[in-house]
């Protein structure tokens, strides 16, 4: 599980998110992060910025 916070393109301009994704690596974490915030906000991966991400639990 990793938590990852950053900001994303909108057309009011930036906003802050913060998501727990479940998955085994940071990049498979990041791949799944990029999918879930474009199909949900129609947001292309260049308007993602990852600010942290780190690992929670086990």
Do not use: Q, T
Not at 21 to 37: F, G, T
């Amino acid at each position: 599980m990793f938590e990852i916070k950053g900001v994303y393109k909108d057309l009011d301009g930036w906003k802050k998110f913060r998501k727990l994704v479940d998955a085994r690596s940071e990049k498979m974490a990041l791949e799944k992060l990029y999918s879930i915030i474009g199909s949900n906000h129609k947001v292309k991966r260049n308007l993602i910025k990852v600010e942290e991400i780190r690992r929670v639990g086990e």
